[in-house]
């Protein structure tokens, strides 16, 4: 891989191509490096060059962090203090004040901790470029949505207790572009049911950009220039965390309670929830993870450790199996295997099989993930609860800097 710049990587998709990833690892096997991070943060590492870059937090809020470590050694080189918060909002516990995923690109790094603020910052000096403390949201729980960036602009979610609509920044300034409330009809006055954390998805379907962005009880998708709602679907359900996928023509959306998991066709005009909902599946569906397309089937693991395949095209279980644990962190894969990471410490890599599970291997480290794993050259970067970890076989290791470029 040249770089894992966002959430889920360069395509949004989990996707680390033909990487040499290491099937086998534990904490004396195949570890280059182990780094202690401090705070207490769920956000995902991000990489481009010779740099991880990660967002902390203490476990009260007040302080906000954006932490940058050698690659190649795990040294530390930048500990930047974001924003201190004087009296930040209740965090539910399983949650955390730096839970969004930062977006990296070459000289700058955008840093977002929900309505506490967002930030850009100069990857070389560690200079704060501009930041925003603006942008009311009680989340209630802590935030959760990762901010995106595609051409200019920057896109975050804001679907809060009180307050639920998507803004566009400019980001080489921070500001506004357009900021478009939610059009939705929740069917309820509890700020409770409004909640969503996902990450929005931008694609170009038949001619036509979209940005395809997941809320509480439906899903709308906006015009990335200006924020014009292009179509809406309903389909239940709250809290939303998982980011859609676009493949095979339709947009895969994932939802806690309510349908669950449908596919949408998305050529549609205004609310499309009767016309273009091509399947939905109720079955072993994450609320937290995000599922993962390999050729014509999708393969994802519940929040209670039920991994499945689907058919992307109708929709139909190829097969389910247990693995066990508890599971937040989003797979990737690589080189025909899948990797999923624990809330505990373990691991488990498949095989992308639709015919069968087929397990090739389950490692062990001291803590678990609530972090989505990235990938730089053959070697995968993964974040515990804890370190920061570099774990790679050296057979296959990248030669020398630069090698994510």
Same mark, same amino acid.
Request: hydrophobic fraction near 35%.
């Given at each position: ?5 966002? &959430? ?5 998709? #989990? ?33 481009? #060059?010779?740099?991880?870059? +990660? ?25 930047? !203090? ?5 009296? $930040?909002?209740?965090?539910? $516990? ?6 969004? !995923? ?21 990857? /070389?000096?560690? %200079?704060?470029?501009? *930041? ?9 729980? #802590?935030?959760? *949505? ?27 300034? #921070? ?22 954390? *996902? @990450?929005? =998805? ?16 439906? !899903? ?13 679907? &309903? ?61 014509? &089937?999708?393969? +994802? ?12 095209? !109708?929709?139909?279980? +190829?097969?389910? %199996? ?16 899948? &990797?999923?990471?624990?809330? %505990? ?11 069968? +599970? ?25 974040? @515990?609860? =804890?370190?920061?970890? /570099?774990?790679?076989?050296? @057979? ?10």
């Amino acid at each position: 891989m040249r770089y894992w710049n966002q &959430y889920r990587g360069p395509d949004g998709n #989990g996707w680390a191509g033909q990487a040499r990833l290491p099937v086998e690892w534990s904490e004396e096997k195949n570890i280059a490096w182990k780094t202690f991070i401090k705070g207490k943060a769920w956000s995902s590492p991000v990489v481009w #060059g010779d740099e991880v870059w +990660m967002t902390s937090a203490t476990e009260d809020g007040k302080e906000l962090y954006a932490v940058c470590v050698d690659a190649h050694t795990g040294r530390i080189l930048k500990d930047i !203090t974001v924003f201190r918060i004087a009296e $930040p909002m209740f965090c539910y $516990p399983f949650n955390s004040y730096a839970s969004p !995923t930062p977006v990296v690109e070459e000289g700058r790094l955008w840093v977002h901790y929900g309505s506490a603020g967002t930030a850009c910052l100069d990857t /070389r000096t560690g %200079e704060i470029l501009w *930041s925003r403390q603006d942008l009311p949201c009680d989340h209630y729980r #802590g935030p959760g *949505s990762s901010p995106i960036v595609w051409g200019d602009l920057l896109f975050i979610n804001f679907d809060g207790f009180d307050f639920q609509y998507v803004v566009a920044l400019d980001k080489h300034t #921070g500001r506004t572009v357009w900021k478009q409330d939610r059009s939705i009809d929740y069917g309820t006055d509890n700020g409770d049911l409004k909640k969503a954390y *996902s @990450t929005p =998805t931008v694609f170009r379907h038949e001619g036509r950009w979209q940005l395809v962005s997941p809320a509480a009880v439906g !899903t709308v998708a906006y015009d990335p220039l200006t924020g014009r709602e292009l179509w809406k679907v &309903y389909h239940g359900g709250f809290n939303a965390a998982v980011r859609p996928i676009y493949t095979h023509g339709l947009v895969l959306i994932t939802t806690e309670r309510g349908l669950k998991l449908l596919a949408v066709r998305p050529d549609g005009q205004g609310d499309i929830t009767e016309t273009h909902i091509v399947w939905s599946n109720a079955k072993q569906v994450p609320s937290r993870s995000s599922p993962i397309v390999v050729g014509d &089937y999708l393969y +994802m693991v519940s929040d209670i450790g039920v991994a499945s395949c689907l058919d992307v095209r !109708t929709g139909e279980t +190829m097969w389910a %199996e247990r693995l066990g644990g508890k599971y937040s962190a989003s797979p990737l894969y690589a080189s025909g295997n899948i &990797y999923f990471f624990d809330e %505990e410490g373990k691991s488990y890599v498949i095989r992308a099989n639709p015919e069968k +599970m087929e397990r090739v291997a389950v490692n062990v480290l001291e803590n678990g993930c609530m972090a989505s794993p990235a990938v730089l050259g053959n070697a995968l970067i993964v974040r @515990t609860k =804890t370190h920061l970890y /570099r774990i790679e076989d050296p @057979t296959f290791r990248s030669a020398g800097p630069g090698e994510n470029r």
